[in-house]
């Protein structure tokens, strides 16, 4: 069963926040807060109210809903901050000098887009003396899931929202937000059993069974239609790039499986720091 509304959660991040960038990230989540503008706290303050694991971060990661971005950017200006749709398919931000603000809608893989189930039984907690709500655990275990990048992969911070509640998720409701994507999802189920094989009678069986009676049945069926697809794009955006563009592979992101257009595809590659020119 997922946190309810009045979960006592562990204190976000405080100390690790310089007192000039807490100030800043205070007071947008007031302004939103005194708007009315539906928001959840996620990233590291998130990480930190979950699993009590403490670290600096480099930005305040709020999820809102697309249609909310124009409203939410026309009161960050309202406060003489810069407000920017660096990616239009999934992130946009908010500048107060070198200091910014995540505005996520989506995620960089486009499966994961931010609507009304978001907004459901959302625990509070107080985010730099700030009560907020906080995004669910199920959906922060979702967008976690599919970033596994060379330089960053997020499977530890899965491991460790496990270890610390697994009795409290909501695993019907988990299982049915991966959908078609339930691979994923037990590639990390199966990675928990590894990293605390003393702890994996904490995964309720009836997942495990569901999960690997699916996995069976789906080696016993013939081959799919069109195999000629690299779903590996949804995980990483740059290490199977080398499929899509020499082996002709279909880009995993240019399939139902995922909210993105050829443009956002696009944009999203040429922003790889790798393939940016010198300047």
Known sequence: MT??????????LEEEV????????????QSLTDAGVPFLVGGAFAHACFTGIRRPTKDLDLFIQRADYDRVAALMQAEGWRAELTYPHWLAKVYAGEDFIDLI?????????????WFRHN???????VPVRIANMEDSFLSKAFIMERERYDGADIAHTLQANAEQLDWQGLVERFGSNWRVLLAHLTLFGYIYPGERHRIPKWV???LIDRLTAETMMPPEEDPHVCAGTLLSREQYLHDVERLGYVDGRLTPASTMTPRDVTVWTEAIPARQAPQ
């Open 3 to 12: 946190s309810p509304s009045n979960a006592v959660l562990a204190p976000s």
């Open 123 to 129: 625990p509070m907690a107080d985010v730099l003396g």
């Open 18 to 29: 310089h007192p000039d960038t807490a100030a800043f990230y205070r007071r947008a989540l």
């Open 208 to 210: 495990m069974d569901k």
């Open 105 to 117: 809608f989506n995620s960089g893989n486009g499966v994961t887009p931010v609507d009304d189930r």
